[in-house]
């Protein structure tokens, strides 16, 4: 069974949003090693869009807050602020 024409981009854009979240967690995981290394620094700031936050930015925080309870994990979704602090290299993560 063969997708159909109209089919095709849905799943063309389902696979690039899945790619997306992988690249994501990855980039996660080398800040993880981030926090790890930088032992000064009680803050770790993720920067992201408001829909990642519903889907799953906010269960990747509490885990990380629940493992590294010593930290503060802040996460930026307002759009000015946002693009703010990455203009100050302020964020460890940017997650769209």
């Known amino acids: 069974m063969q ?3 109209f089919v095709l981009p849905f799943l063309k854009h389902g696979s690039h949003i899945l790619l997306e979240v992988e690249n994501t967690k ?3 995981l080398d800040a ?3 926090v790890k290394a930088i032992k000064t ?3 770790f700031r993720i920067a992201a869009g408001l829909r990642s936050c ?3 930015i906010n269960e990747a925080v509490q885990k990380l807050s629940d493992k590294y309870s010593d930290r503060r994990v802040v996460v930026d ?3 000015l ?3 703010q602090r990455l203009l100050n290299d302020e ?3 940017g997650v769209t």
Request: proline content about 4%; hydrophobic content about 35%; charged content about 30%.
């Open 3 to 5: 997708p159909t024409k």
């Open 26 to 28: 990855s980039a996660l």
């Open 91 to 93: 964020v460890d993560v």
């Open 54 to 56: 519903r889907l799953w």
């Open 81 to 83: 602020y946002l693009y």
């Open 77 to 79: 979704h307002d759009l």
């Open 41 to 43: 620094s009680k803050e």
């Open 32 to 34: 993880n090693k981030q």
